[in-house]
């Protein structure tokens, strides 16, 4: 015998409206993070911040053949180690690169496996990628991160629950250099990082322009000495993330 229902009526409709705002809530709360004061005043070790008389230098997008050897050299000529958060394709396609950040003594984290803007809930597929990318850094590089830096400095709940998930402690920036836009000059990559460099910072920059126009990690790979140089005029070291002593804030 069939039994006709009802059609929900405004009631239900109501409950699914607030289950789906409430979903979207969750979802893109924690992205507020991207913005400076919020992360800078409640999250200290979100923000980046670290022992006052050091400055954690790290990088994005790589590795590229073209570009991150380059930035490995200029390195090496000044002393310094820094984090690389790798992307898990740009690995799988420059394997050799990533082994060779390692062998060269710097440290390696997770940027995702793309580089992608997380418009809708999807926390399977943001655990999977971050796995797959994980699994990679392990196979290729030979070793196991400790950091996660969402694409974009986006971090959505499911980005948090993947990390979390994976053991992984997330970390954006203090100060960037905005060296992936168009006509990007030395010069200016150095005022930019400059407004924000002081002790304990986590200076954001670009290995690779894979994400950013064509050519610009050139501009990054120009100020790279004199950025050095400046926090070194400061009585300031420059390192990886890993000698940073950042604050466990539980992200």
């Known amino acids: 015998m069939r039994i006709d229902r009802p059609p929900p009526g405004p009631a239900a409709w109501q409950a ?6 409430a979903a979207a809530a969750l979802h893109i709360g924690p992205a507020g993070t991207w913005l400076p004061p919020v992360r800078r005043a409640l999250f200290p070790g979100l923000d980046g911040q670290g022992h006052p008389g050091h400055i954690a230098l790290t990088f994005d997008d790589g590795p590229d053949r073209a570009s991150t050897p380059r930035f490995l050299d200029a390195l090496d000529g000044l002393g310094v180690r820094a984090t690389f958060f790798l992307l898990g394709a740009a690995l799988a396609e420059a394997p050799e690169v990533g082994r060779d950040i390692v062998a060269r003594g710097h440290e390696v984290g997770v940027h995702g496996w793309d580089h992608r803007r997380p418009w809708w ?4 597929r943001e655990l999977r990628e971050l796995r797959r990318a994980l699994r ?8 196991h991160p400790r950091w996660y830096r969402p694409p974009y400095g986006i971090l959505t709940g499911d980005r948090w629950a993947a990390a979390h998930r994976l053991g992984l402690r997330t970390v954006l920036w203090t100060a960037w250099g905005r060296d992936w836009v168009a006509g990007a000059e ?3 990559v150095v005022r ?14 670009h290995d690779s322009d894979r994400t950013s126009a064509p050519g610009s990690w050139r501009a990054t790979l120009q100020a790279l000495p004199v950025l050095v140089q400046r926090c070194r005029n400061q009585g300031l070291t420059v390192g990886p993330l890993r000698d940073h002593g950042t604050d466990d804030t539980g992200w």
């Open 16 to 21: 699914a409206g607030t289950a789906a705002t």
């Open 186 to 188: 030395a010069a200016a």
């Open 136 to 143: 990679a850094a392990a196979d290729i590089c030979g070793v």
């Open 192 to 205: 930019t990082v400059e407004r924000r460099l002081e002790g304990g910072a986590t200076v954001l920059l």
């Open 121 to 124: 809930p999807a926390p399977v």
